[in-house]
């Protein structure tokens, strides 16, 4: 659900770029591939720090590692839970298996509306900037109506976070377009309600395109493994920098949570966790006189 990446605290752009449009190929030839230099860049930018930094603990349970500044307490209010991660990791498949068991309002990324997302992925050059502002634009509105499902007592499940936006931006834009991006974003940036919790699934590029040529999306098919590499690395910078904000990171190299269902309960084991709801409890069979201890 995904479309093309801005590391560091998520409500800031970073640096400003020179001049002139970049020309990002996507057609997997050569070494050179744009998106992959601005990758291994990200490391040498100074991170904007957070002004309210997370107290960051780290525990371990299989492939799942929390970062939570204080033990979670009993949720009082509904809350927003976000999942991310790059192409293909299953966030969209993630959201989809939790909401009937956490409840609450699904809400997913309308990628396939852009009408300019499969002409990106022929043509970056010329229509990265139109790409970028359509999604930027549709997720704004789709975070208000998020923001009206919690006024109204609904808890919310999403795959993604509106703070991915600039990621993708950063790689894709250059120049006076991504000065005009960073205006338009940062005015839209402060307008959003915050997750309560983001989990943030991570998985090594050799497992992203075997399950992106899984799904055989069209406009996918000749997707570069740079590219790939490019989004992993950045969102590893994204999610390794502090935040005010609750972080799950889950490694889903080693789990199949779609034919596993131990690993969905895992999954869902440590979110309720996080968010401080009660253990996952699935229904017992009931028996022929309607006693589930039969």
Do not use: C
């Not at 809350?79 to 293909?88: D, K």
């Not at 919790?197 to 075997?210: G, K, N, Q």
């Not at 996918?220 to 490019?230: F, K, L, T």
């Not at 966790?273 to 028996?287: D, E, I, K, S, V």
């Amino acid at each position: 659900a995904d479309a093309h990446p801005s590391p560091g605290h998520p409500n800031t752009l970073g640096h400003k770029r020179g001049r002139g449009r970049h020309s990002p190929s996507l057609s997997g030839r050569g070494d050179a591939d744009p998106h992959a230099h601005r990758a291994r860049s990200l490391a040498d930018r100074n991170p904007v720090p957070d002004p309210h930094p997370l107290r960051r603990r780290l525990t371990r349970d299989g492939g799942v590692k929390t970062h939570l500044g204080t033990e979670p307490a009993t949720m009082t209010q509904p809350f927003y839970l976000a999942i991310e991660g790059v192409i293909g990791v299953g966030k969209t498949t993630l959201a989809r298996m939790l909401q009937p068991r956490l409840g609450g309002t699904l809400v997913l990324e309308a990628f396939d509306e852009n009408p300019f997302l499969p002409k990106f992925y022929q043509d970056p050059e010329r229509y990265a900037f139109q790409t970028q502002l359509f999604f930027l634009l549709s997720r704004y509105r789709q975070h208000q109506a998020i923001q009206t499902h919690l006024a109204q007592g609904h808890a919310v499940i999403s795959d993604y976070i509106f703070a991915k936006d600039p990621l993708f931006a950063q790689l894709t834009l250059q120049g006076d377009e991504l000065d005009m991006y960073r205006r338009v974003y940062e005015v839209l940036a402060e307008r959003v309600p915050r997750p309560t919790l983001i989990v943030y699934l991570r998985a090594s590029p050799d497992t992203l395109m075997y399950r992106i040529a899984l799904r055989d999306r069209p406009y996918e098919r000749n997707m570069p493994r740079s590219y790939i590499e490019a989004l992993a690395q950045a969102y590893d910078e994204l999610f390794t920098q502090p935040w005010d904000i609750p972080v799950l990171t889950i490694d889903t190299d080693p789990l199949d949570f779609v034919a596993v269902d131990g690993h969905l309960d895992l999954i869902e084991d440590q979110i309720r966790r996080a968010l401080g709801l009660a253990p996952y409890q699935p229904l017992l069979p009931l028996g022929e006189d309607g006693d589930s201890r039969a």
